[in-house]
Each structure stands twice: as C-alpha cells, then as structure tokens.
C-alpha cells in the first residue's frame, strides 16, 4: 500500500510538472549560500612546522628599535600538543621568546634576547578576503607579539594590516593599518578593551574582513574596528589592492612598547618584571590555527 501511494505521488508530481527534487520545498526559501573558499589553512596538528607554508625569518636589520634577534630554531618556534597546547585540540605553534645574552647574529649585531618570525611570502598571497587566527598571549609589559598581513615591495606603500597587536597589557589589543602618509604613528587604529575574564591570556579569534572598499577587523567574530576607503584616503592612498602575506611574530620592547609603557631601562620598553618573565621561560605566544578564505558566487 505505502508502496502504491509513493509511487501515485511521484507520478502526480510529474504530470504538474514540479521536480522530485524540489516537492515540499518552500518556494519563498532561498539556497543556502556557498561555503567560503578555504585559501589558507593551518593547524599545526604535525610534528614540524610545515615549510611549504612557511617561512622562517632570520634578522637581517632590525626595526623599531625591538630588542630580539630572530633566529630559526625550535627554541623560539615549535609545535606542542597535550597540556602544552593549553586546550588547542590538534596542537598549537608557539613562539617563545628566550634569553639568551650575548648572542650575536649573521651581520654581527649582539643581542640579549631571540624569538621566532615567521611568514607565508612567496607561498601563499592573496588579495581580499577573511583572515583569521586563534591566539593565546602570554601579559607582560613590553612583549610584542602580533598577528598581521604585508604586502610585497618598498614599505609603507605596500600598505600593511595589523590584525592584531598587543604590548603587554592584558586588558587590550590594537589592530592598525599602514601606508603612504598614514604610518608609524598612524591615525588609523583602534585599541579594543578586553573584559578581565576574557582577557588576552585566553583563546580569542582575531580576523580582518578584507574588502576592496572596506577592512573589518573583528574579535571573536564581534566587530571592533571598521575602515573605509574613504578613511584612509583622507590621509593618503588606499594600498589595499595588491597581494598580501601573513605574519606571525614575537618582538620584545622597541618603540611602540616604550611609548605605552615609558620605560627605558634595563632595555627600551622592557622593565625588570617582563625580563624576569622571559629568563623564566613564561612568555609565549599560541596559536591554534590561522586561515584564509574567500566568499564564492
């Protein structure tokens, strides 16, 4: 019985002329849109950072008047899983700043401290889109971790998106954006405060929605910052149609440090407590995963 009256109802169906597919469907209903395009995606879920994605920096000149060295060394840049991914599922990439006085580097220049750079120019550049990571940050005054995207070419007319920035305070990170005529201290940047049981040292998503007249930067999926074409063409030209690539680094006092927290000595946005802090092994930063995508149709 239920066999006949299935197959009177498919046969009802097509004298009317209404696709099998499609009977039941609410006409008003629209598709769902397309997912997004995945362009980029890391978990750090292996054993070893994955080089066909990744570049590690080595210091060549120093900027900013930061106080590390970068090195390409498992000391300052590794994977870790279990407990030491501190709730990251698959695993986490850590950058970990160490000290370690004295250390000269390839162009001769000493240093106290190393730390890990790294970036995904020349294997993986992309123009518009979503670009997100989730980030777990150690407070400590001075320390430098960020989360941003640079295009290639003489700087700052590349133009440069930072995503996300934080100086040691626990309470607040910064996202920013840097061309002609609106760099360094640039007019075109927002701090956005972080309620005290949320705060930089647990899990947040950090993103930027890239579009060719718009960048919205977002934490947690909530926005926080928005910057139109027109904003930054108030102070110069928009440089944000070109390709970009990511960076993922760790720097130690300099000047952005030192103009927050007006301190000088024992190293230029650096006290005591953050020094004690690294020699100890407690300044670190995680990242669970970073991805790019792209909306499709």
């Keep these: ?6 197959t009177g109802v498919l046969a009802l169906i097509g004298l009317i002329g209404i696709p099998a597919a499609t009977a039941g469907r609410n006409p008003q209903e629209s598709p769902s849109p397309p997912k997004p395009e995945v362009v980029f995606f890391d978990d750090f879920a292996g ?14 000149r120093t900027v ?15 994977p ?31 240093f106290d401290f190393i730390s890990g750079r790294m970036d995904t120019r020349g294997k993986v550049e992309f123009t518009y889109g979503t ?14 971790p960020a ?28 996202a920013a954006l840097h061309g002609p005529g609106y760099f360094g201290n640039t007019p075109l940047t927002k701090r956005t405060p972080l309620p005290p049981d949320k705060d930089i040292t647990v899990w947040h998503v950090y993103s930027v929605d ?14 926080v910052y928005r910057v139109t074409r027109a904003m930054v063409e108030h102070y110069g030209p928009w440089a944000y149609d070109n390709p970009k ?38 300044a670190r930063m995680l990242v669970d995963w970073v991805r790019v995508t792209k909306s499709q149709g």
């Design 80 to 110: 870790v899983h279990g407990a030491e991914a501190e709730g990251a599922a698959n695993g986490a990439l850590v950058l970990h700043p160490r000290y370690r006085p004295g250390f000269v580097t390839p162009q001769g220049k000493k």
């Design 131 to 144: 670009v997100a990571a989730r980030l777990k940050l150690t407070a400590g005054s001075g320390l430098w």
């Design 147 to 174: 989360f941003w995207a640079l295009g290639t070419g003489k700087w700052p007319d590349t133009g440069e998106i930072d995503i996300m920035e934080n100086v040691g305070p626990s309470d607040w990170v910064s």
């Design 1 to 6: 019985m239920r066999t006949l009256l299935a």
């Design 47 to 60: 054993p070893t950072l994955d080089r066909s994605k990744w570049n590690v920096v080595v210091t060549g």
């Design 64 to 78: 900013n008047n930061e106080q590390q060295a970068y090195v390409d060394s498992t000391d300052t840049i590794s």
């Design 210 to 223: 890239w579009k060719p007249d718009e960048l919205v930067f977002k934490i947690d999926d909530k926005e």
């Design 245 to 282: 690539f990511l960076i993922l680094n760790f720097a130690l006092g300099g000047g952005y440090p030192e103009g927050v927290n007006k301190v000088s000595s024992p190293y230029p946005g650096l006290p005591d407590t953050t020094v004690q802090l690294i020699k100890d092994g407690k």
